[in-house]
Each structure stands twice: as C-alpha cells, then as structure tokens.
C-alpha cells in the first residue's frame, strides 16, 4: 500500500489490502484528520506524520478498517508490539494514545460518522480505555476492573431477559421474539466465549456433534471464522462446547423462535441469528440491545460491552480448565493474551483454596 505521507515508521507486518471504498474512506479521513492537527492545532508535520504511520500499522495488524476496530483487535495488537517486536513502554504508550486520539477524532466527526453509518450500518466508537491501555505511572498489569461479569450478574443478566420476555408474551408486545433472540444470542456470545463478529457470522450449519461428548447431540462443536493473527485475514476454528446448558439452548432458539424472524427473510437465509427484517443481525443492532438488556437487568452504568461477555467466559473458564484449554478455545495466540482476558477477584481466589483444602481434608478424616 503506497505511504501518500511519506512517514518514517515502517510496517511492522506486509499490509492487507482494504477493499476499495474502505481504504479511500480511510484516506479521506486521515487527510482530514492531518489538516486539522497542522492547522487549528498546531502540531509538528513529524508528530502528525507518525501517528498516521501508527494508524495505518493498527490497520495492516488487524486487517480491518477503524469503523470495525474492537477490543480483541487492539488487545492483539499491543500484545505484538510488546513480546514480538519489543517495543519500549514508553513507544507502546504512544502508539496507544495515537489510536485512542484518532478515534476520538472519529467518534466526534458528524460527517464521518453519518457517512460510516448510511454505508456499512454501525457507529465508529472508542475501544481504548484505562483497562486496555499502559498506564502513565507504572508498567502495564493484570487488573481486576469491571471487564467481565461475576457469576452472580451472569444470573441477573440472563434472568433479566428472560422475565422480560415473559413480560413481553403476557402484554402483547413486538418486544417479545426479539427478547427471546437476544437471550439466546447472548447466551452463545458468553458460553461459547465468542468475539460479537464471530456470533454473528454463525448459520444455521455452523455445528458439529462432538464424538467425545455424545451428550451434547449436534452441538458439540461450534464452527467459527475468527480474526486471523498479524492482518492474515479470517482464520477458522472449532470451539468445544463446556457449558451442558448450551444445546439446549440452541435448539430451542433454532425450533421456536428464529423461524419468527423469516416472514421477511430470504428462502435461503442461513443466519443463524436474524434482525426483525429477515437479514442477518448487525454489529451495531447487537450492542444496542445488549446495552438495552443491560438496563432490563439493572446493570446498566458499571461499563459493560458485549466484548465484557468473552472476558467473563475466559475468567470463569480459567475457573475450571486448564490455560492452555481456555486458551485454545477462545482462539488465542498466545497465554499472555489469554491472560489478559482473566479478572479473578480474591474472593473466587480464597473458595477455591477453601473448597480444595476442605475435600483435603475430608479424604484425610476418611
């Protein structure tokens, strides 16, 4: 891809090319954002230049353009500039601040923000935040802030759908399948520990029987195309099912409620999780139900996502299995980025010493 500014930072990865219509909606904005940073705000052309170059190595790293940046992108790519190219605290900050600078640009531009929408249908938004991004004072560590759900709002957070639902049925309301859909969707996003794009791309295919566990019938293994590592593009996978509630749950979905969504749909739709139109369901319509779920639950203003989900499944997995299980199951590249996923408060920490030092003990009295 041909540097237009000349920038002195190379690519650290051979550049994915974007489709035509992104790369020149990517161009257009960071034009404009180069103009209004030499211009009204008075930064050095050397400033300027080198965080385009930071924006652009974002992009080639992920493959993806900045209106579909997420977490798990960013997680990934700060991972590599850490333990691959070893990159200095210090630069890794600032290559952090640039994106968290550029999309602060973009979420606040009306005009790109309009255009982003009429043409792909979802909102550019900021994915940097304290929890992600090296601190100023010390180095950056595992914390414990508000990035996944205990187990105990797990249950608030599912119940609350579902009485809604009830709700919904016993009142008549339009409200009432898609409540049902967002119980299910959800349920797949955190039992499966899914990324929100890999949820949506499922169909009605997207299944295997798993030989080893003939309990879970059809849905033993759940076929994924997730994010590729170093812009390589899609890379599939096979996610095993461990939650025995799951089948369940997607077989009802399938029978009972998605056959609902197709009066509109396509003959051959074959996504798995639809919009009231019939069309396979937007990254966008997704978040905003799950804030709106959020609200039914009373869990609304603590900071949660639907990525929140994906954290919750590696920290209560990490509960149960092995790292290098959880690992592999949510798609990792690495156990240092599966690590980063995992919020274990103290109190998990001390009923688990308990209950094993407990069942010690009880052997020993036998």
């Not at 650290?12 to 219509?21: H, I, M, Q």
């Not at 290559?95 to 606040?108: K, P």
């Not at 249950?155 to 119980?183: M, N």
């Not at 996003?189 to 003939?214: K, Q, T």
Request: hydrophobic share 40%; aromatic share 10%; with cysteine.
């Amino acid at each position: 891809m041909a540097n237009k500014h000349n920038l002195s930072i190379a690519l650290s990865v051979p550049p994915k090319e974007l489709p035509a219509a992104d790369e020149a909606l990517l161009a257009k904005m960071l034009d404009a954002w180069v103009s209004r940073r030499k211009g009204s705000l008075r930064h050095t052309v050397k400033s300027v230049s080198r965080d385009v170059t930071i924006v652009r190595d974002f992009t080639a790293h992920s493959g993806l353009p900045p209106w579909l940046w997420d977490e798990d992108a960013f997680d990934a790519w700060c991972d590599h500039l850490g333990l691959e190219r070893n990159i200095a605290v210090s630069s890794q900050r600032h290559y952090q601040g640039a994106i968290r600078t550029f999309l602060d640009y973009l979420c606040q531009n009306v005009g790109f923000r309009n255009e982003i929408r009429r043409a792909y249908n979802v909102e550019p938004r900021q994915i940097c935040t304290e929890e992600n991004c090296i601190p100023h004072t010390v180095e950056r560590e595992i914390t414990q802030e508000r990035t996944a759900l205990t187990h105990h709002q797990i249950e608030v957070f599912f119940d609350g759908l579902k009485l809604a639902a009830q709700d919904a049925h016993k009142f008549h309301s339009k409200d009432f399948r898609p409540l049902q859909r967002d119980r299910a969707f959800f349920f797949v996003l955190y039992a499966a520990g899914l990324r929100i794009s890999e949820a949506l791309g499922l169909n009605m295919e997207s299944f295997d029987p798993n030989p080893h566990r003939p309990e879970l019938g059809r849905f033993g293994f759940v076929k994924v195309w997730g994010k590729g590592s170093r812009g390589s593009g899609p890379r599939f996978r096979s996610v095993p099912v461990t939650h025995a509630n799951l089948p369940a749950m997607l077989d009802w979905y399938q029978a009972k409620v998605r056959p609902h969504f197709l009066d509109h749909a396509d003959p051959n739709e074959k996504a798995l999780f639809l919009s009231e139109r019939g069309n396979r369901l937007r990254i966008s319509s997704a978040e905003y139900r799950f804030q709106k779920a959020l609200v039914i639950a009373g869990l609304d203003g603590l900071g949660f996502t639907p990525h929140c989900l994906r954290h919750s499944s590696v920290t209560h997995e990490s509960l149960r299995f092995s790292m290098e299980a959880v690992r592999r199951k949510h798609g990792h590249s690495s156990s240092a980025v599966t690590q980063t996923y995992m919020h274990v408060p103290d109190e998990m920490v001390d009923e688990e010493i308990s209950r094993v030092v407990g069942n010690q003990l009880d052997e020993l009295l036998k």
